[in-house]
C-alpha cells in the first residue's frame, strides 16, 4: 500500500496492522534526510529513538488504539525533550539537554506518537522569519529563496514539504499562523490556557501558547484532543472541560447559523493585491456554505502591534534574565569578576534580536518610563480584548487574512525590524485577549506562493474555529497543493 500521509490515515494503518509503526517512521525519517539539507527545517533528528519508539509501539498488545499511535510528529526546538538537546535555536543553550518532557511531550507520547526531531526557529521564538535562529535560516519548500515565516518556521516547512503529518509550535504573537500562511499548512493558536506551557521555554508567558500544525483541520483537531487539558504544573492551564475536538467536526457539512465578522477597516492599506483578491474569494465561499457576513469594527487594532512589541519586550526581559552562564547552557571562559562573566556570557550566547528585545524590554520597564510605556500597553490592552467581546455579541468568528503579504524573500526585512514587526498585523490579537485562532490555506499568488485565511473566535470556543476552518478547507481544494522542496519553481 501506498505510505498513509495524514495523522488520522497512519493512526488507522497501523492499528488495523496495514503498516508498522516502524515503516512509518523510517519513512518520514527518510523523506527527512532527503529534503531537509536545503530547508533546514530540522534542527537535530533523533532517528535511533523514534524508530526503538515505534518499535515499542508496535510491540503492544492489540486493545483500543491510542489516539496517534505511529504518527510521526516534530517538535519546535524551545519545547523541552528529555534525552534530546533544547537550544530555542539559540548559542546560549546550545548542547542543553533537558532532564524532563514537556507536558505536550508526555502527552504525544501517551497518545502513541512517534518525537522524530526538533525544528529550527527563530531565537527564542522572536522573530517573524526564521531568520534569527543561531542555527541558520529555514527556507521554504515552496521557494528556497523565500522565508517560511516565523516564529516556528522549522515545524511549517516540515508539514508543508510532507516530511510529518503533524508538528507542534509556539505562538506569542503570531508564530505559528504567520508561518503556517506562508507555507500553505494548516496552523492553529489554541485559547490562551487551553495547552500546558510546562516545559515551553518561555518568551512572553501572558501570550506564549502551543498548537499544531497540520494539512488538515481534521488533524489539527486530532492533535488538540491529545494536547488539551489541565495542567497542575502550569498556573495558567485552564481548568475549563475538554470537548472532543476531532468528534465535533463530524458532520459538519456547511455554516448554517454562523455569523462571520469581517473587519474591512484594517485592510485600507498594506495588504497585497493578491492577498486581498484571495481573501474575497474565501469570504465568499463562506457565504456560499451558508455564513452570514457581517462587517465588525475593532477600533483599537491599529495599536495591537505596539501594544504587543511593550508587552512581549517587557516579559521577554524578565524571562530571558536566568540565562546567566551559571547552571546551564552556554559559559564565556575565564571571566575576571562575575559581572564580566554576565556581560560577556550574553554578549555572546544572546543573538541581535533577542539583544534588542531585551533592551527594550528592560528600558520600558525601568523607572520613569514604566508608567508611560509598560502600564499604558496594558491598559491599550483591555480595549483590544473589549474591542473583540463587542465584536462577538454580533459575530461567532471573525475573519481577516492571516499575513498581509505571502513569503517575503529572505534578507528582504531584516535590516528593517519594523517592517519585520508587521508581518504579524492581523496575528497579535488573539494572542493579546487569549483567543483561539486558525489559519487555513486560501489561495497562491501570481508567483504561486500560498496565502492564508484566518479565523477568530471567543475564549474557550476553539470547537468553533475548528469548525468553521474545517469547512471552508472541505470546500475548497487549496489545501490539496503542495509544493515541491526538492526541484522548488524559482522566483
Known amino acids: 500500500m501506498d505510505m498513509p500521509s495524514q495523522a488520522r490515515e497512519i493512526r488507522d494503518a497501523v492499528a488495523n496492522r496495514q503498516v508498522s509503526a516502524v515503516e512509518v517512521c523510517r519513512a518520514a525519517l527518510d523523506r527527512i534526510a532527503a529534503l531537509d539539507p536545503p530547508l533546514n527545517a530540522f534542527r537535530a533528528v533523533a532517528a535511533e529513538r523514534a524508530l526503538e519508539r515505534a518499535a515499542e509501539l508496535d510491540a503492544r498488545s492489540s486493545g483500543s488504539p491510542l489516539p496517534l499511535l505511529g504518527v510521526p510528529v516534530a517538535l519546535k526546538d524551545n519545547m523541552c525533550t528529555r534525552g534530546i538537546a533544547t537550544t530555542a535555536s539559540s548559542r546560549i543553550l546550545e548542547g542543553y539537554t533537558p532532564p524532563y518532557d514537556a507536558t505536550v511531550v508526555e502527552r504525544l507520547e501517551a497518545a502513541g506518537a512517534v518525537i522524530v526531531g526538533k525544528t529550527n526557529c527563530d531565537e527564542f521564538a522572536m522573530g517573524s522569519s526564521t531568520e534569527n535562529s ?37 505562538d506569542t504573537g503570531g508564530s505559528i499562523r504567520q508561518p503556517a500562511a506562508l507555507c500553505g499548512v494548516v496552523g492553529f493558536k489554541p485559547s490562551y490556557g487551553r495547552v500546558s506551557r510546562y516545559g515551553l521555554i518561555a518568551f512572553a508567558s501572558s501570550l506564549d501558547q502551543i498548537g499544531p500544525f497540520a494539512t488538515t483541520v ?11 487539558g489541565h495542567d ?56 456560499e456554505r451558508g455564513a452570514e457576513i457581517v462587517d465588525v469594527r475593532l477600533t483599537h487594532s491599529p495599536q495591537a502591534i505596539p501594544v504587543y512589541y511593550v508587552i512581549a519586550t517587557a516579559e521577554a526581559s524578565s524571562n530571558l534574565a536566568r540565562y546567566d552562564g551559571v547552571r546551564y547552557g552556554y559559559r564565556m571562559t575565564d571571566p575576571h569578576t562575575l559581572g564580566e ?20 524590554g528592560t528600558y520600558v520597564l525601568s523607572a520613569g518610563y514604566y508608567d508611560a510605556y509598560y502600564r499604558k500597553a496594558q491598559q491599550v490592552r483591555t480595549l483590544i480584548r473589549r474591542d473583540y467581546e463587542r465584536a462577538f455579541a454580533a ?95 524559482s522566483r
Open 134 to 170: 543561531a542555527f541558520g535560516p529555514t527556507r521554504n519548500p515552496w521557494a528556497l529563496d523565500r522565508t517560511p515565516g516565523g516564529s516556528s518556521g522549522g515545524s511549517a516547512a516540515a508539514v508543508a514539504a510532507r516530511m510529518v503529518p503533524l508538528a507542534l509550535g509556539s
Open 218 to 228: 481534521t488533524d489539527a483537531a486530532l492533535a488538540m484532543d491529545v494536547l488539551s
Open 232 to 287: 497542575a504544573r502550569d498556573s495558567t492551564s485552564s481548568s475549563a472541560p475538554v470537548p472532543g475536538f476531532a468528534a465535533a467536526l463530524e458532520g459538519a457539512t456547511d455554516l448554517r447559523g454562523v455569523r462571520v465578522g469581517v473587519p474591512r477597516h484594517l485592510f485600507s492599506e498594506g495588504v497585497d493585491d493578491d492577498v486581498m483578491a484571495a481573501f474575497g474569494a474565501a469570504i465568499e465561499v463562506t457565504r
Open 341 to 360: 562573566m554576565y556581560e560577556r556570557t550574553r554578549g555572546a550566547g544572546f543573538g541581535r534580536e533577542v539583544k534588542r528585545r531585551i533592551i527594550l
Open 395 to 489: 459575530v461567532d468568528v471573525i475573519a481577516m487574512p492571516t499575513s498581509p503579504t505571502a513569503a517575503f524573500a529572505l534578507g528582504e526585512r531584516t535590516e528593517d525590524p519594523v517592517q519585520m514587526y508587521l508581518s504579524d498585523v492581523f496575528t497579535v490579537g488573539a494572542n493579546l485577549a487569549g483567543l483561539p485562532a486558525i489559519t487555513v490555506p486560501c489561495g497562491l499568488t501570481r508567483g504561486r506562493l500560498p496565502i492564508g485565511l484566518q479565523f477568530t473566535g471567543r475564549p474557550m470556543e476553539d470547537v468553533t474555529v475548528l469548525r468553521v476552518g474545517d469547512v471552508y478547507q472541505r470546500a475548497t481544494t487549496w489545501s490539496q497543493l503542495a509544493p515541491n522542496p526538492a526541484q522548488p519553481a
